[in-house]
């Protein structure tokens, strides 16, 4: 076999990645034990930012959180459960929600689409065990607190006057080229 | 002595970029089609006030030249209409972009643009969940276009026979032409292209329908969009969460296919397509590919487990190496959030994935960095130079290489690959001088120099619409040089400078 080497190098990664060496600085156990489950977030009970979430993803880690978003692009099913990415202005996060819950959403954002407004509550995963090392949030209460709905185009005049002018030198510009090149023959 | 350009010179250039400029913009049209099959009226505007920009500067270039002049094409004037071109497609394509409103300056809407064009996937674009899809469509398609070669979309539509197409095909770093003649080359690249993209975007299609939830219509675009991204070792998604959104392991190995199929020469693929498909084995670029990669994962390995980030292998194995590959094949495509990099990964992994940004992967692909056969050459040299030191010195060492077929090693492959190398350090390093210059920790400010330069586009949080403008200046240039390897970027800058100083 002649990709054996390549394979046992494989391998070895895995269980390198998989069982944290002692020389590291912080052991494993030491990580667990500082981040303690809480009934609360760090910021008191009001929904926490997904920035804040990322940025502190190692104090949240195995926390219950509460994470407000818009509802993004489609509810992907999984199942009996959903993913389900909201967007709350920062930067958006992927909630594990069971799909019997994600009935009431109707609007999902996109162009011309504001989703629906979501309110979540449940467990933040910095690297979720579950789904190899997401960082995600699986959800234990999951409500819609604000419809979303279709959003009208808006077309500004500018637009239409720089189209006009561009329309404007197109031909004039064709018609200095098809003069010079007669010209030219002559 | 330097001679100063005539009047004769700059009518050429102006001739060539005009050409080049006018099927740029005649791209524009694809996008007015998605706008029209999304039932988008405002990006319909939006891109024909584009297309009519490029039209009007392409024949206002034209009209410059003489009909009836006859000039021979120098190297001087490829490499300079090249460079410019670049700069002439990132302007103007960066037109519809700034209209949409998602940008928050013409600058930014410039940097995504030339992002795109030179395959990096670094973004500025300010909520893209909500972008039309006819402007996420035009991102994705730069990538396409400045994938293949700005200069092989205007050979193939219209410097068809005249002369100079060549000295434009060399000048935007493709160094090796496939077929004996520059257009048939054109031709092949498109030909290998198209084929790859309907094979390739129907397999992330059928992803992103069975596997991530998508309905048929999205799944469709975001197949055809990550397609065009991944082949081209672009990076850029349609969704903000890069490809955290998919939240599917086989839409990710989906993916990877694509990447590593772009990162491959397209020598490679011509050798494939004719059915040598032993040289995928004995190739120097796909042996230094496999070697750095398993030295870039043990790296990568070694940081995460150093820093606990991941506590299972399939964790390791779904960020950590996607990553790896990610960064190697210069795509950029991220499974894990930016901040997370800096926040989690630890500084060891992170330097796995500066060495494999750094490096690259093939020569005449769509990545950008060091390369893999210019890393190979080098190798190769230091094998030969201790081999000539443990033989007695009667012995003549040689050193032969497989690229394509066999070659000797001798010392203008060495010093020509030494010199790029060379160049690429130096402009990784002076990227990271600027981000500390402006205030960032040495480390990201490296990681996102190396990853504009490389042509990559792995960002650890630094790129954002809010970072100094000065900066983002910076990058456009570090991408422009990086993507057309120096050369006629230095080019244009000694032909603006003999202006002053030639005789």
């Not at chain 2, 491959?264 to 120097?284: K, M, P, Q, S, V």
């Not at chain 2, 964790?315 to 190697?328: E, I, L, N, T």
Request: charged content about 15%.
């Amino acid at each position: 076999m002649k990709n054996r080497p390549l394979f046992v190098i494989g391998l070895f990664c895995c269980a390198l990645a998989a069982a944290p060496p002692a020389w590291s600085a912080v052991t494993a156990g030491e990580l667990v034990a500082a981040a303690p489950l809480a009934a609360q977030p760090p910021g008191a009970g009001g929904p926490v930012s997904a920035e804040e979430l990322i940025a502190g993803a190692r104090e949240y880690d195995g926390r219950l959180v509460v994470f407000e978003g818009e509802v993004i692009r489609a509810v992907l099913p999984r199942g009996d459960h959903a993913w389900v990415n909201l967007h709350d202005g920062t930067a958006a996060v992927g909630v594990w929600v069971p799909l019997a819950a994600t009935a009431e959403v109707r609007y999902a954002g996109q162009y011309k689409v504001r989703g629906d407004w979501v309110r979540v509550r449940g467990v933040f995963h910095r690297a979720c065990p579950e789904h190899q090392g997401a960082l995600d949030i699986h959800a234990e209460e999951f409500t819609v607190v604000a419809a979303g709905g279709p959003v009208a185009e808006h077309l500004g005049g500018g637009k239409v006057f720089a189209l006009a002018v561009l329309l404007g030198a197109l031909l004039c510009l064709l018609t200095f080229n098809l003069l010079n090149r007669k010209r030219a023959r002559r | 002595m330097i001679l100063r350009p005539q009047a004769r010179d700059l009518r050429l250039i102006a001739s060539f970029l005009g050409k080049i400029v006018l099927a740029f913009g005649m791209t524009m049209v694809l996008p007015i089609g998605v706008a029209v099959l999304f039932g988008e009226r405002v990006p319909v505007i939006d891109f024909t006030v584009g297309l009519l920009a490029a039209v009007c500067c392409g024949l206002l270039l034209m009209s410059l030249a003489r009909p009836a002049e006859k000039a021979e094409v120098a190297w001087v004037h490829g490499m300079v209409v090249v460079a410019a071109a670049w700069l002439a497609c990132m302007f103007l394509g960066a037109v519809p972009m700034y209209l949409s409103g998602h940008w928050g300056s013409y600058l930014d809407a410039c940097f995504e643009a030339m992002s795109g064009l030179a395959t990096t996937g670094l973004v500025l674009v300010q909520d893209l969940d909500h972008l039309p899809h006819a402007v996420n469509f035009w991102r994705h398609l730069l990538m396409f276009l400045g994938g293949q070669g700005v200069i092989v979309v205007a050979i193939s539509l219209l410097v068809r026979h005249g002369p100079g197409a060549f000295q434009l095909y060399v000048g935007e770093a493709r160094d090796e032409k496939i077929l004996p003649n520059v257009i048939e080359t054109a031709k092949f690249i498109w030909l290998v292209s198209f084929v790859y993209f309907v094979l390739g975007a129907t397999l992330l299609s059928a992803c992103g329908r069975f596997a991530v939830g998508l309905p048929w219509r999205d799944a469709a675009f975001h197949g055809v969009c990550l397609f065009m991204a991944g082949f081209d070792t672009g990076g850029f998604t349609p969704q903000s969460q890069n490809i955290v959104f998919y939240q599917s392991w086989v839409f990710e190995l989906a993916t990877v296919v694509v990447m590593v199929w772009g990162a491959i020469n397209f020598n490679l693929h011509y050798a494939i397509w004719t059915g040598r498909r032993a040289e995928l084995r004995r190739d120097i670029e796909v042996r230094t590919f496999l070697a750095t990669m398993t030295l870039v994962v043990v790296l990568v390995a070694l940081g995460l487990a150093q820093s606990h980030a991941y506590s299972g292998a399939w964790g390791f194995v779904r960020r950590g190496v996607y990553q790896a590959v990610s960064a190697h094949t210069g795509t950029g495509f991220q499974s894990v959030y930016a901040p997370e990099l800096l926040a989690t990964w630890g500084p060891l992994a992170l330097v796995g994935l500066l060495l494999a940004m750094g490096l690259g992967a093939s020569a005449c692909s769509t990545t950008g960095g060091i390369k893999m056969l210019r890393v190979g050459i080098i190798a190769k040299a230091f094998r030969e130079d201790v081999k000539r030191f443990l033989t007695s010195e009667s012995v003549v060492v040689t050193t032969r290489l497989r690229h394509l077929r066999d070659v000797f090693l001798d010392d203008r492959m060495v010093r020509s690959a030494a010199l790029i190398m060379l160049a690429y350090i130096l402009l990784y390093l002076a990227g990271a001088a600027a981000g500390c210059l402006f205030g960032y920790d040495f480390l990201s400010a490296l990681f996102e120099s190396t990853s504009a330069a490389g042509n990559v586009g792995l960002s650890c949080g630094l790129t954002q619409p809010l970072m100094p403008a000065g900066l983002k200046v910076v990058y456009i240039v570090q991408m422009w040089f990086g993507r057309l390897e120096f050369v006629s970027v230095f080019v244009l800058i000694g032909f603006l400078v003999s202006f002053l100083r030639g005789k």
